[in-house]
């Protein structure tokens, strides 16, 4: 069956994140972002109705897809990449592509937007050796993601995923260019990943940091941080010449590096 009658017949399921990219353009674009290099490995998470799919099997020599909804069997079924019918948040993916030889791995998708963060999440801390990702991800998702010191974006998230990635906003994405169209508006993002990475002596200790120093984004990095040694943290901060009362929004990421490394 053509993938645009298939479309016209399917019962779009909300809970899902469903929907599906129809402009031909936008995901062209989204391929030649990726830059993808011959032998590689391309995972894409959320296949819809295929339609990114088979680009990237034009440009890839192996695609692994995850899809959670069986509905699109009968589609899927029509691509030649290897398409796993599986929640993407419980599978062992290092398993799932470990009889693949490949240079690169990448991962390229058009998420289901109510589980980005999971997502992200479990790339990073399944250690899934990605060099490269290029993902469609809600307009303020991306906005956090890419936020600079001192803005309202900027969180503990923003410094988690740019402690392991350089992310760079690509393109905005119209609503207009989806079925159904969603309310919110999208964004095309790369994160790659850093070729040399921050020198942390204790990664449990810098995360905790990072969450404590943003639990309370109006209050003063001091009482975010009470149980902490404040004399240690202020050595940091006056070394970097940051006042006492300082808030965590206004600390780049070398800073919490530095502070983490003090309290370890
Ligand atoms: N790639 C297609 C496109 O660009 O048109 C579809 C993108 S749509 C935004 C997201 C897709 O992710 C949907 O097909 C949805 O069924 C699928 N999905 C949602 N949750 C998932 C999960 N936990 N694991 C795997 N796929 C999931």
Do not use: H, W
Request: charged share 30%; glycine share 2%; hydrophobic share 40%.
């Amino acid at each position: 069956m053509d993938q645009k009658d298939f479309i016209k017949e399917f019962k779009f399921k909300k809970r899902f994140g469903q929907n599906f990219l129809i402009d031909d353009n936008i995901l062209n674009n989204i391929v030649e972002k990726a830059q993808i290099e011959e032998d590689s490995l391309v995972i894409e998470i959320g296949c819809g109705a295929g339609a990114l799919t088979k680009k990237l099997v034009n440009a890839s020599s192996s695609v692994v897809g995850y899809e959670i909804d069986e509905t699109l069997k009968p589609i899927l079924s029509t691509i030649d990449a290897d398409i796993i019918f599986d929640d993407f948040l419980k599978r062992d993916v290092k398993k799932d592509i470990e009889k693949y030889s490949y240079n690169k791995l990448y991962i390229v998708a058009n998420l289901p937007y109510y589980i980005t963060t999971p997502i992200i999440t479990k790339i990073i801390e399944d250690k899934i050796p990605v060099d490269k990702i290029v993902i469609m991800v809600q307009k303020e998702v991306g906005d956090r993601f890419s936020a600079k010191v001192n803005t309202k974006d900027y969180n503990s998230l923003t410094l988690f995923i740019n402690y392991y990635f350089d992310v760079k906003k690509l393109f905005t994405v119209s609503k207009n260019v989806f079925i159904p169209k969603p309310n919110v508006d999208s964004v095309v993002i790369s994160l790659e990943r850093k070729s040399i990475k921050y020198d942390v002596k204790n990664e449990e200790v810098f995360f905790k940091l990072i969450r404590d120093s943003f639990r309370q984004k109006r209050k003063t990095l001091k009482n975010n941080l009470k149980g902490y040694d404040f004399n240690l943290i202020k050595e940091v901060l006056n070394k970097n010449n940051y006042n006492d009362d300082v808030r965590a929004e206004a600390l780049p990421i070398y800073v919490f590096v530095e502070i983490s490394n003090r309290l370890s």
